[in-house]
């Protein structure tokens, strides 16, 4: 452990003592929560190093995931820290979420169940304040060739909703689809609208002749599957 009142910045810290350097002498994975932010403020605040600062921050928010659903007024109590720097950290945390589904993509995974959706776009979608629709598309062996999000909205504006969605599949060949989108309130118990939804999708693929295999509704780490609650009429 370094003695850190012997160093006024990062940049007068020994070079293996320095998170930069560290990094890249020994790889990101060696670094601490703390280390790692400090990366990304790059510098401190007057009488702070970007370490002091960081450590400082994640005793605010505890965790990335509380980090990264923030508004500005939350960062107030930290003086001298301007939005580019909240910015830049927002825009990390964001790039991780997304990393995820990149390579989703990539891999193309089997769907088998509506979890194995749920696992794949939970870490994104439980903290957004916004209701946001992603489409999952998947070819004849139920594997994943393409997620993609519609606009923002809510079920009370299904029709260019459907449209887009039904748009998407038949230009990607899919055979199949799963919606999925979240409440930003955290509860999953589906809404008269989203009933209403569900219906006119699921009609709406039989129509186009692209199966629609489920809805899902993200809350605060649940969901609710409209397939395994058997919660589906389309009479």
């Known amino acids: 452990m370094i003695n850190e009142s012997k160093y006024r910045g990062i940049k007068n810290w020994p070079k293996d003592d320095r998170p ?14 703390s280390e790692l932010l400090a990366i990304l403020l790059r ?12 450590r400082k921050i994640l005793e605010k928010f505890k965790t990335f995931r509380n980090m990264s659903h923030t508004d500005l007024s939350q960062w107030k109590e930290f003086k001298g ?19 995820r589904e990149d390579e989703v993509k990539e891999n193309q995974p089997k769907i088998e169940s509506s979890k194995d959706v749920v696992d794949i776009l939970m870490p994104r979608m439980r903290d957004l304040k916004k209701e946001v629709f992603k489409i999952v598309l ?15 909205g809510t079920v009370n504006k299904a029709n260019p909703i459907i449209r887009e969605i039904f748009q998407k599949a038949l230009q990607n060949y899919a055979v199949s689809l799963i919606c999925v989108h979240n409440h930003p309130s955290g509860k999953t118990e589906p809404s008269r609208e ?26 605060d780490n649940n969901y609710y599957s409209f397939t395994d609650e058997n919660d589906i009429d389309i009479s």
Not at 46 to 54: E, V
């Open 194 to 219: 989203d009933r209403d939804f569900t219906k006119e999708l699921y009609q709406a693929g039989n129509i186009m002749q692209v199966k629609v295999l489920d809805h899902v509704i993200i809350g």
């Open 20 to 33: 930069r350097e560290k990094l890249l002498k020994n790889g990101e994975h060696t670094l601490s929560n």
């Open 81 to 99: 820290l301007g939005q580019a720097k909240i910015a830049q950290i927002r825009a990390a945390l964001e790039i991780g979420k997304r990393f």
């Open 138 to 152: 998947l070819n004849s062996q139920n594997r994943i060739i393409d997620i993609f999000d519609t606009g923002e």
């Open 43 to 54: 510098t401190g605040v007057k009488g702070q190093s970007a370490i002091d600062l960081a």
